[in-house]
């Protein structure tokens, strides 16, 4: 707990949904000693019920959709029915003079606003569902009326809806500087793969093929905006408010301190709702011009359509390896489907990471196309790759004639060979070792599949995912004059339990019932910054602060109490909100204290320290299932999956393992129903509801054995905690199709697993 | 016309194309009943008429004349939760929580009809009510655990 001294303000690196970011970071105040494995901790690793859980079952959760202000209108999207083309008409009169309709926005009104590279209600069509115009309304109904009440004309042009298609030199172009993004393709390699192809006695190559998928997160995109003295609140169901609030200041061109964005409870997010949306935007400009507050809440149709999905992917992988199996090449040329806009996402990035294997080489190109913009969706990137690598990984063992575990054993990768640095902490071994053994891979494996109509198969998969989290995040712990405490901080919980957790650590430090601490997230305006809930990242990224923040309380209460109780700051313990004198039978509870001190408020402020120099920071884990396949039906059915998971320190286990069944569940659907259907001749997506976009339902969970293995990695920061959200997902859809590989004995190559897939064979 | 809601009657005047669902969330309030695929696919909306669980998306309101609603928002007693919302708190029965209002009271009639269900039952039994956190497993054994003396067999 040493001060520090020397520069205050270092570089550090910090992995967020794979891609990794230099980032200033001031040093915290100080720099505690991590949480090791035989740390003697009370709070922290404890099984606390989800402390905003009375508040869900009971109803009284205001999510952003239930915000309701006075005087509040309700806005609705107008959206384009093609996927290219101009609007030479758009006559909104017919809807304004409907009785209730208040105000629109169009192009005109929204000067400058950009989304995914899409000025908001462009009249030039980049894809089906473009908003193209927003109505304002005193109920939604009305909204909903006025907008089928729009008259539009459009010249359509053509599109291009598939990735195959935009890269050819005479397809339409989706964007003007045309199909292939700038940077594409761009080649990733190390080693000489052709030497390490010559080299092999064992060559694989296949082409592997992912959907889109949609994030489905129950509550939709949505905000409710209100202006008040040129300052605007908005109510925003997201996962960043800081970069909601940075996003609608700089379109609008206010100062930040005129923003304001308040997040308490969201229905979901899964990647989708990392800024300002089509959604915010409208609700601020509508609110704007009518100086009314506004709600703007996507119906499911619009949600379904244009906010955000997983792109397709197309993976050519060639695999080469020595007899004994261990791997001498990898490549992979791997195409992402964007759509209209996006990010770099990278399928190929897990080929780098997984394996230990000198020559490695990808190509990735990014393709636009006249579809709605992809988003980060879960592991973005590594899921798709992993079904890819891991799948090739099983035809690899098939040819080789080794155990499909045991080849990944082989090539145990013990560094992070991209960037030549040791992990952190990692523990992927013994999650192969109490996977394997808790799901009974050898006897399942050798078990026969069965020659009738039902087949039965047992698969597994690896993962990998920098989970590290980093700076910049602060938070301040304040304790009230009963003692109560309470930690501010301006991350989101978005169902995962950030509240609890951070609870969990403030109550730790200081000694403190758990019942006594409250966590408050998600305000710009009164809350520290923390970053985006996204990557996986906010408990290795705002724990730590907590903890410090945490620790100054702890050391001013002491203070306080060593006074009071006549002992020295070196004798007192304090445990269930009570601070003892040890050896000695003197006490007195944080109320007494508090009360003691009256309005002196005790406040501790934390913030999150640099990563470790020259250090790869990751999650692991393992995943197996077993499969029934019907070869009649085509119908699959997962019977069990086991997922060993490596997150280092775990706060909450029935938190963290809620997470992994929710990863795990997400991951089947993309396995077996999950997938954008597209009309490819009108470039219109066809199953933009609930019933025809099928995610799982309760009636198709396998029986889940989802598990961490011991180990704080007091290496990546000082709670020794990493994160666990995404990992889960990315071996499942593998570990499903190597299972149904293994119960066919035959390839599969494409997700999802639909009977139809199973048997136009 | 006259909704009794949660015990409560309500004098509304809404049109004859307002579902329950626009009355309960926009002329009453009651927000916990969720508005999310408005077409009946996803059971986030449903309520109770009469101890029947529907999907109040798909409800008129003028149809509940002189019926008995419940929301989520009736299902405890003041500050006493329902043996169900306790169960869901315990077993860590939900995430985000935007489903868990519906999870909970279709798990209620389904519980009324059936007290002892098989863990099949409610799986089945359940399966309308979708949840994109995944707390499935964990909402099968709050609904169990709440049904008392565990599952019946056979």
Known sequence: ?761 | MRLIVNGAAHDVSAPDHETLLVTLRERLDLTGTKLVCARGECGACTVLIDGEAVYSCLTLTAACEGQTVTTIEGVARGDTLHPLQRAFIDHDALQCGFCTPGQVLTALALLAKNPHPTEEAVRQGMSGNLCRCGAYPKIVRAVLAAAGDGPAHG
């Open chain 1, 1 to 761: 707990m040493a001060e520090r001294s020397g520069k205050r303000f270092v570089t550090t690196k910090v992995e967020v949904e794979g891609r990794e970011e230099t980032k200033v970071v001031e040093l915290p105040s100080r720099d505690p000693e991590p949480w090791r494995d035989d740390a003697p901790l009370t709070v922290v690793g404890c099984r606390v019920p989800r402390m905003d859980a009375l508040e869900k079952v009971t109803g009284s959760a205001r999510y952003t959709a239930d915000v309701r202000r006075p005087g509040m209108l309700y806005a609705a999207l107008f959206r384009a029915p093609v996927a290219s083309g101009r609007v030479t008409l758009l006559d909104l009169s017919p809807a304004l003079a409907i009785p209730g309709v208040r105000g629109a926005l169009t192009a005109a009104d929204v000067h400058g606003i950009r989304i995914d590279g899409v000025h908001l209600f462009d009249i030039a069509i980049h894809y089906a569902g473009q908003p193209l115009a927003a109505v304002c309304a005193d109920s939604l109904d009305v909204a909903e009326r006025a907008c089928r009440a729009i008259v539009c004309e459009i010249e359509t042009a053509a599109h291009v809806v598939t990735a195959e298609r935009a890269l050819e030199p005479d397809a339409p172009r989706a964007r003007s500087f045309g199909n292939r993004a700038r940077n594409s393709p761009r080649v990733v390699s190390r080693g000489d793969v052709d030497a390490g192809l010559r080299d092999a006695d064992a060559v694989v190559t296949k082409e592997f093929r992912t959907p889109v998928a949609l994030h489905t997160a129950l509550e939709p995109h949505g905000a409710v905006a209100e202006w008040s003295g040129g300052r605007v609140t908005i109510w925003e169901s997201t996962q960043g408010i800081f970069m909601t609030r940075n996003e609608v200041a700089k379109a609008l061109g206010l100062r930040l301190s005129m923003v304001r964005v308040i997040k308490n409870y969201m229905g979901g997010g899964f990647g989708a709702k990392n800024g300002a949306s089509h959604a915010t935007y409208t609700a601020v400009a509508l609110s704007r011009k009518l100086g009314r507050p506004v709600r703007c809440v996507l119906d499911r149709d619009g949600e379904q359509r244009d906010a955000g999905n997983r792109p397709a992917t197309i993976q050519r992988v060639t695999l080469a390896a020595k007899r004994d199996g261990t791997l001498t090449a990898i490549r992979a040329e791997t195409i992402v489907a964007m759509g209209i806009g996006g990010w770099h996402s990278s399928a190929a990035k897990i080929y780098h990471e997984l394996y230990r294997c000198a020559n490695v080489h990808t190509a990735e190109t990014w393709v636009f196309m006249n579809t709605s913009a992809m988003a980060s969706f879960r592991a973005p990137g590594h899921v798709e790759g992993a079904f890819g690598l891991e799948r090739a990984m099983d035809m690899l063992a098939v040819e080789l004639r080794i155990d499909p575990l045991e080849l990944r054993r082989r090539n145990y990768a013990d560094h992070d060979q991209e960037k030549g640095r040791p992990y952190s902490a990692k523990h992927l071994d013994e999650c192969y070792r109490q996977g394997a053994e808790r799901f009974g891979w050898h006897e399942s494996r050798e078990r026969a599949p069965g020659s009738g109509r039902l087949r039965r198969g047992s698969g597994m998969a690896s993962l990998i995912w920098g989970a590290g989290g980093g700076p910049p995040a602060y938070a301040t712990v304040r304790i009230n004059r009963d003692g109560s405490i309470e930690v501010l901080t301006g991350a989101q919980d978005l169902g995962t339990g950030a509240r609890t957790v951070f609870s969990q650590i403030a109550a730790e430090v200081l000694g403190a019932r758990i019942d006594d601490v409250r966590t408050i997230l998600g305000d710009t305006e009164r809350l520290p910054f923390a970053s985006n809930s996204w990557g996986s990242i906010t408990t290795a990224s705002v724990g730590p602060a907590v903890r410090v923040a945490a620790e100054e309380a702890r050391d001013s209460l002491f203070e306080a109490a060593s006074q009071m109780l006549d002992a020295d700051v070196g004798e007192l313990v304090a445990r269930d909100s009570e601070i003892r004198v040890r050896d000695n039978d003197r006490s007195i509870t944080f109320a007494a204290l508090c009360d003691r001190l009256g309005d002196v408020m005790i406040i501790g402020q934390g913030s999150r320290g640099p990563n470790p120099d020259n250090t790869a920071i990751a999650a692991f884990g393992a995943q197996f299932a077993e499969v029934e396949v019907d070869t009649e039906t085509g119908h699959v059915r997962v019977l069990r999956i086991v997922s060993a998971h490596d997150s280092g320190r775990i706060i909450n286990p029935t938190l963290a393992e809620s997470q992994l069944e929710g990863g795990i569940i997400q991951g089947l659907g993309y396995a077996l129903h999950e997938e954008r259907v597209l009309d490819k001749r009108l470039g219109v997506q066809l199953n933009a509801n609930m019933h025809d976009y099928k995610i799982p339902t309760m009636a198709d969970i396998p029986v889940i054995d989802a598990f961490f293995v011991r180990g704080s990695d007091t290496v990546a920061n000082h709670t020794g905690a990493k994160g666990l959200a995404e990992p889960p997902i990315i071996a499942t859809a593998p570990a499903i199709a190597n299972a149904v590989a293994h119960a066919l004995g035959r390839e599969v190559s494409e997700i999802p697993l639909t009977p139809w897939r199973l048997l136009s064979r």
